[in-house]
């Protein structure tokens, strides 16, 4: 695949997926073609485009050579972050999170209550996504940068024009150790 394919690629994750099968530091391909699920098991990145039958293969090809299996995938421990898009307001997130907030039967959640509990400053990522998914996920890190952390990355996966998530940073060179599972807060009503 071509390495801009896998390096500026930005991350979004589908409600029923956990991050359990990806190693620390591993470069992987993917797009926001749902079929890629089957390749890794958990983890969807979203390009912004789909991806060509031969990009699949080939991603798929690199994941298999660089050892990577679908029968013993090893523990979760990525590399990365996101960040909102420049120009995105406060006060559009807000209306986005009230919305959802209303679909998912949570009358008494604000956002900033929902920053509190998390503990903000480990907060890496809340995908709130539109219109019929539970709040997704919240990843929470042990360490990262405090200049490479933004505390929430809303994302409608419908709407990719909206938010636009940055470069996921996959650097062999780096470990930065992820909680071992997903913390889900909210489920669907």
């Known amino acids: 695949m071509p390495q801009s394919i896998i390096d500026t690629l930005a991350v979004t994750l589908l409600p029923h997926q956990a991050f359990n099968t990806i190693a620390s530091g591993d470069r992987v391909f993917l797009t926001n073609n749902p079929e890629i699920a ?6 969807v ?14 991603g798929y090809q690199e994941l298999k050579e660089s050892g990577w299996s679908e029968e013993d995938a090893p523990p979760l421990s990525l590399l990365g972050y996101c960040r909102i898009k420049s120009g995105s307001t406060k006060e559009y997130d807000e209306k986005l999170f009230q919305k959802n907030r209303a679909r998912h039967s949570m009358p008494d959640l604000t956002l900033d209550a929902l920053k509190r509990r ?7 990522g809340l995908h709130i996504s539109d219109p019929h998914w539970a709040l997704e996920p919240v990843v929470r890190v042990r360490e990262l940068p405090n200049e490479e952390v933004e505390s929430f990355l809303f994302w409608q996966p419908n709407q990719p024009y909206e938010y636009e998530a940055f470069k996921m940073l996959f650097d062999k060179k780096r470990s930065l150790p992820f909680e071992e599972a997903l913390d889900i807060i909210y489920p669907a009503a």
Do not use: F, M, P
Request: net charge neutral.
């Open 38 to 43: 089957r390749y890794t098991g958990r983890l």
């Open 45 to 58: 990145i979203h390009s912004g485009r789909y991806a060509s039958a031969d990009e699949l293969e080939a």
């Open 118 to 124: 998390l503990n903000w400053q480990q907060v890496w």
